[in-house]
T-cell receptor, first 113, second 113 residues
Framework: NAGVTQTPKFRVLKTGQSMTLLCAQDMNHEYMYWYRQDPGMGLRLIHY???????AKGEVPDGYNVSRLKKQNFLLGLESAAPSQTSVYFC????????????FGDGTRLSIL | AQSVTQLDSQVPVFEEAPVELRCNYSSSVSVYLFWYVQYPNQGLQLLLKYLSGSTLVKGINGFEAEFNKSQTSFHLRKPSVHISDTAEYFCAVRGGGYQKVTFGIGTKLQVIP
């Protein structure tokens, strides 16, 4: 029972490089989210999706793009990485009701040099 | 709009002592409240949630939380902490359209032997 799986777990990039983070969930959840976690700032929502083929901006969307082509996958892309994007990225998923909690992956630790 | 304030960024406590981690929230609509725990190098895991009914909610690992509507608080407590409780704890609120969850900045609980 995998839950939410994030790949890769670690990555080091050079400024200006691009990459895609993959999130996969096997719980048939409608909603999926991408957060970044920085010291002293908690979790900040980057983008989210309420269903296959739909995405929306969160609090800090600049510099990121997302896609949800399949219900179980949610991709986060960095087109031109910047040092300010050094962070730990978490994916989460949930059912579409307020009473249901989110389920989180173990995170991707990304360093931009 | 909704917001969450965790009043303490760090809480040191001796092993077997009681602990309270404070959380206040604001929202213009009814909300659901959650506490999550994050162990080092892991994602967030659900500790407990308040949906409705009894204001005292029991969760995993001996934790409990009390919902106080008049004070808009949802404080987390444990009567006797263990070394293994050392982690970061996040309070979260979900309301409105349910798509978004707002997290506090987290409280680091350090249990001292």
């Amino acid at each position: 029972n995998a839950g939410v799986t994030q790949t890769p777990k670690f990555r080091v990039l050079k400024t200006g490089q691009s990459m895609t983070l993959l999130c996969a969930q096997d719980m048939n959840h409608e909603y999926m989210y991408w957060y970044r976690q920085d010291p002293g700032m908690g979790l900040r929502l980057i983008h989210y999706s309420v269903g296959e083929g739909t995405t929306a901006k969160g609090e800090v969307p600049d510099g990121y793009n997302v896609s949800r082509l399949k219900k179980q996958n949610f991709l986060l892309g960095l087109e031109s990485a910047a040092p300010s994007q050094t962070s730990v990225y978490f994916c989460a998923s949930s059912y579409p009701t307020g009473s249901q909690p989110q389920h989180f992956g173990d995170g991707t630790r990304l360093s931009i040099l | 709009a909704q917001s969450v304030t965790q009043l303490d960024s760090q809480v040191p406590v001796f092993e077997e002592a009681p602990v309270e981690l404070r959380c206040n929230y604001s929202s213009s609509v009814s909300v659901y409240l959650f506490w999550y725990v994050q162990y080092p190098n892991q994602g967030l895991q659900l500790l407990l949630k308040y949906l409705s009914g009894s204001t005292l909610v029991k969760g995993i690992n001996g934790f409990e939380a009390e919902f106080n509507k008049s004070q808009t608080s949802f404080h987390l407590r444990k009567p006797s902490v263990h070394i293994s409780d050392t982690a970061e704890y996040f309070c979260a609120v979900r309301g409105g359209g349910y798509q978004k969850v707002t997290f506090g900045i987290g409280t680091k609980l350090q249990v001292i032997p």
